[in-house]
């Protein structure tokens, strides 16, 4: 493992890269935040043993979403209060895509065009899961949005936990085992159906936004000829099979719901003017590979996925839909028979989770393992 971090890189090339392009706000703001996280300018805590009177200093976290240094206690507790959703029943993960042909355009219409994916994946699934020559039930799911592929390149699609059964009409549950309720192929032309829907609707009404290689979309016919090659393209969901078990699908949300470009531990090495990252080659079945850019190239890559500002990435739906959830659950899990996992970290601390995960117990003094008091904050100092 390399000790470069995402950070490094930023240190050494972004400067390099304003002199060439020119960030929103949000991934300025997301710039500076990787930069200054764990440096002091977002303040420190100072510890002091009350026995030997060793001070120990803790760096504050940037707490942006986008930073790598910032995800791995926000993803256990996220983890940790799904335990209270998931029942002993089978799950299943399917992923939306799109035609690459479309990236252009989403890339300049980011929150319509991201939305618009939300929509379409969850209309399929509740349109067909409510078909009775499929389930005929009313299911429950998380869509979490990804934008990047192995090389971080600009590809969006859609993350989705499927519970692979329901409530019918008459609050009875349904499932098929171990099966997969849905065809692909039926879930491919209806979400291709839905969402192209939504894009000309967005086209006719005059709010779709031309930026870069999608200025050439303005013109009817051109867009209409990009509409025709997606209709004539094959939208292929992928779907894996269902999850061994209500813990193994806690640890797989985990995978994917606070995951971002890519995180420390795929940086291989930095020189003056490149990066050389770990990729995964789909092509040559899912071997890992590494892959040099130069360090502008990577930066501009990692900043196309910062989100738009306060774009909600994680959305429940059907059973799991926040309105509804508590009486959904409870009446699934006294129908199937099975126990409720209870939330470990809710009532934690900070310092609690920290030795409860990970062993560390920022209250013992490392100097002569006495008692650390409660820290002190100092906040940095403003120009």
């Given at each position: 493992m390399s000790d470069v971090t995402v950070q490094d890189i930023f240190y050494r090339f972004y400067p390099r890269y304003l002199e060439k392009y020119t960030p929103s706000t949000m991934q300025s703001k997301t710039a500076t935040c990787i930069m200054n996280c764990k440096t002091g300018a977002y303040g420190v805590n100072a510890n002091v043993c009350e026995d030997c009177g060793c001070i120990q200093v803790h760096y504050n976290s940037c707490?942006?979403?986008?930073?790598?240094?910032?995800?791995?206690?926000?993803?256990?507790?996220?983890?940790d209060l799904r335990r209270e959703d998931v029942l002993d029943a089978p799950y299943f993960h399917v992923v939306f895509t799109v035609p690459d042909e479309l990236n252009?355009?989403?890339?300049?219409?980011?929150?319509?065009l991201y939305d618009a994916l939300y929509h379409a994946a969850s209309e399929t699934l509740d349109e067909l899961s409510m078909d009775s020559k499929h389930l005929g039930a009313?299911?429950?799911?998380?869509?979490?949005l990804h934008t990047w592929g192995s090389e971080m390149n600009y590809h969006p699609h859609i993350h989705t936990i499927v519970l692979g059964g329901g409530l019918d009409a008459k609050n009875h549950w349904k499932d098929k085992g171990d099966s997969f309720f849905l065809p692909v192929q039926v879930i491919s032309k209806k979400f291709r159906g839905k969402y192209m829907d939504q894009l000309k609707n967005l086209w006719k009404n005059n709010k779709l936004k031309f930026h870069g290689s999608s200025e050439k979309y303005r013109n009817n016919y051109v867009f209409q000829k990009l509409v025709n090659s997606c209709y004539a393209k094959e939208w292929i969901p992928h779907c894996k099979k269902t999850f061994n078990g209500a813990q193994s699908v806690i640890k797989y949300l985990g995978?994917?719901?606070?995951?971002?470009?890519?995180?420390n531990h795929r940086i291989v090495s930095m020189d003056e003017n490149t990066?050389?990252?770990?990729?995964?080659d789909y092509h040559d079945e899912g071997k890992w590979k590494t892959l040099t850019l130069p360090g502008i190239e990577f930066i501009r890559r990692f900043l196309m996925h910062v989100p738009p500002k306060r774009f909600v990435r994680i959305r429940h739906y059907g059973l799991l839909s926040s309105r509804n959830k508590g009486k959904n659950i409870t009446l699934c899990r006294n129908l199937l028979g099975c126990q409720k996992y209870i939330s470990v970290l809710r009532d934690m601390t900070g310092p609690e989770m920290l030795k409860y995960l990970w062993k560390v117990d920022v209250c013992l003094c490392k100097s002569c393992g006495g008692h650390v008091i409660p820290h002190q904050r100092i906040l940095p100092m403003r120009n």
């Open positions: 707490r942006n979403r986008c930073c790598p240094m910032c995800q791995a206690l926000p993803k256990e507790k996220w983890m252009p355009l989403i890339y300049s219409n980011q929150k319509l009313k299911i429950g799911y998380i869509c979490i995978k994917y719901t606070h995951r971002i470009a890519i995180s990066v050389t990252f770990s990729v995964k």
